[in-house]
């Protein structure tokens, strides 16, 4: 019986900056791939001296390494901010239920993400894109604080809005000289937007008051409870529903989530 | 059923092949240790700490690990490999222990430390003659003096232990051991009539029936505030808790050389949920006691169809501000009947 809470042993193989707080690291284990996962899943990623934290894996299944972007805000963050090239971290994992791709089947799409919360949905996006025919349109409305704090530009910019049946629309709270997209929240985008909700599926993660905002905007839209899907976060340990702190009523966040319908989430009571 | 004079109970000790753990005299009161070649305590009622720390260790070794310049090197700590006996254990802790089954060996993943632990574990329960004041097994259904799904069921007769195998593995042990006689007819009432009269000496009643469903209506109620007011968040009711699992995981290093480790944390501390950057789902002892009565009386019965309290009275007798579950049952039923 092998012990779930050993990590194994993963070097650092890229480091991106994204942002002045998030970059984006690669990892690769002995054998590669650390372990299979599917989009929307977690990993515990530990620096044994300093601590373990869950993050989202950022990646899509369908590449050949893992991704993930983490935004420095404790000491574990802190931490994992000075790694360098060729550095080893533990990693174990995969967690947590991931995205209901079966649902999203043959739908169009609407990703609406806000500042790091863009990690978790990036994954799907790629896999949906590199999964084409799966899918029909798929739109992303992206926000940020400003300029400099939107990650993914690659991708946002040049990537994604070249495939076939993808539109993104990006925009900033507060712009600069150099911006010469949209400025304000994402919700005024999305009422812009008024993609209509036949046939479609929206799948939200961000700032909690982001969120918020964005389902009372989809509900105005006409989407129903269950046609809308985010991700949630909590301080974990374990990840696999045992030690207690992540659960929202009787639900650990670690292995019955994070990633909810609104429908689900109105069953659970109100400790986000 | 067998019987085995109390003298001989240091032969018995002594051939179980394994760590045999008894209860023995812990200051004021009493706790299980590794029987050590005394005789066990015969008067106790029941241990301060319940025997979950046999198998959940307050604190336990994951790995040590080691910076080796870039790379790290990770070593797991060398799992429990000897049979474990608990001797006289009561049946609400057996019911505990049932309980901390359902979370550690049930679902998705196993708990590797705990499973490999409990395969390899014998739980031979002693009957309670007489309850506590503080004692309410019997609001959930159980009984004092019987354990159903014990290894061993036993009865103190005074001079002599009643022993009756509940599974496979309890009836091979006995009768793998020629340290027992049959016991005699009457014997045997006497067991029977203990365990009847045990019944009724629990007076302590919690109102269990329909609890779930009015708490999963009442999660917003001003009941919480007023409920939560006099905790003091120590976490004692936690720690002495036969069915609370919770733990945190830590690491101690010196020069890039350590341990990681995994020790009982308590949903009563305000930073067990705090998440980096500030945010606390449970900011305030309101919604972390909330958490404390709704896991044992409405979530672990929606997960595993059981209640997660067997009654043994534990928080309310050493909580230094006496909150008590089995009033607040009382309270929760009063405000639900409104």
């Known amino acids: ?272 | 059923m067998k019987a085995i004079s109390k003298t001989a109970l240091p032969d018995l000790f002594a051939a179980l092949k394994g760590r045999v753990y008894v209860p023995v005299r812990e200051g004021k009161g009493f706790g299980f240790a590794p029987w050590d070649g005394e005789i066990w305590p015969a008067d106790y009622q029941n241990t301060i700490v319940p025997p979950k720390q046999i198998l959940f260790p307050q604190t336990e070794d994951l790995y040590s690990f080691r910076m080796e310049g870039e790379d790290i090197a990770i070593d797991p700590a060398s799992g429990p490999e000897e049979p474990i006996f608990i001797f006289g254990l009561r049946p609400c802790d057996h019911k505990g222990i049932e309980l901390l089954d359902l979370v550690f060996r049930q679902g998705p993943y196993l708990d590797a430390p705990y499973s490999k632990r409990r395969d390899n574990t014998f739980l031979m329960v002693l009957g309670c003659k007489e309850g506590l004041p503080t004692c309410f097994c019997t609001s959930f259904g159980l009984e004092p003096a019987f354990a159903p799904g014990a290894d061993w069921n036993m009865w103190d007769l005074g001079e002599v232990l009643l022993i009756e195998p509940g599974t496979a593995k309890g009836k091979e042990l006995l009768d793998g051991l020629e340290l027992f006689r049959e016991a005699t007819e009457e014997e045997v009432s006497q067991a029977k009539k203990l365990r009847d009269e045990a019944r009724e000496t629990i007076t302590l009643q919690a109102p269990v029936e329909g609890i779930t469903e009015g708490l999963q209506e009442n999660f917003e109620h001003p009941l919480w505030e007023e409920v939560a007011r006099k905790c003091l968040e120590c976490g004692a009711c936690t720690y002495l808790c036969p069915t609370c699992h919770c733990y945190d995981l830590q690491s101690t290093s010196v020069l890039g050389q350590g341990k990681r480790f995994r020790c009982w944390d308590s949903c009563m501390y305000c930073n067990y949920t705090l998440m980096a950057g500030g945010h606390n789902p449970r900011p305030t002892k309101r919604e972390r006691v909330r958490n404390r009565f709704l896991h044992k009386l409405q979530y672990f019965p929606e997960n595993h169809g059981e209640f997660g309290c067997v009654g043994c009275g534990r928080c309310l007798q050493n909580c230094p501000v006496h909150m008590d579950i089995t009033r607040f049952m009382a309270q929760a039923k009063d405000v639900m009947a409104k």
């Open chain 1, 1 to 272: 019986m092998t012990n779930e809470l050993i990590p194994q042993v993963a070097k650092v193989v890229a480091v991106r900056r994204e942002t002045s707080d998030v970059k984006t690291f690669t990892f690769r284990g002995e054998g590669g791939l650390p372990f299979a996962y599917m989009p929307g899943q977690c990993a515990m990623v530990s620096l044994p001296s300093v601590g373990e934290a869950m993050f989202s894996i950022t990646s899509s299944p369908t590449q050949e390494d893992m991704e993930f972007s983490i935004k420095r805000v404790g000491l574990v963050t802190e931490a994992l901010h000075k790694l360098t090239l060729g550095q080893a971290v533990g990693v174990r994992g995969p967690y947590g239920n991931g995205f209901p791709l079966e649902m999203l089947q043959g739908k169009d799409l609407l990703f609406i993400g806000g500042g790091i919360g863009l990690a978790p949905l990036r994954s799907l996006i790629n896999y949906c894109l590199d999964n084409r025919a799966d899918y029909g349109g798929v739109d992303i409305i992206y926000g940020a604080r400003s300029p400099q704090d939107l990650v993914f530009t690659d991708e946002l910019f040049e990537r994604w809005p070249k495939v076939e049946g993808v539109q993104v629309q990006t925009t900033v709270d507060v712009g600069d000289e150099t911006w010469q997209g949209p400025v304000g929240v994402v919700t005024k985008l999305l009422e812009e937007l008024n993609p209509d909700p036949q046939g479609r599926i929206a799948i939200t993660c961000g700032p909690p008051i982001m969120i918020k905002f964005v389902l009372r905007t989809l509900a105005k839209l006409g989407y129903q409870d269950d046609q809308i899907i985010t991700t949630l976060e909590k301080r974990m340990k374990c990840g696999v529903g045992k030690c207690g702190r992540c659960n929202i009523g009787g639900k650990y966040i670690c292995v019955d989530g994070p990633v909810f319908t609104v429908a689900q989430l109105r069953d659970l009571p109100d400790e986000l």
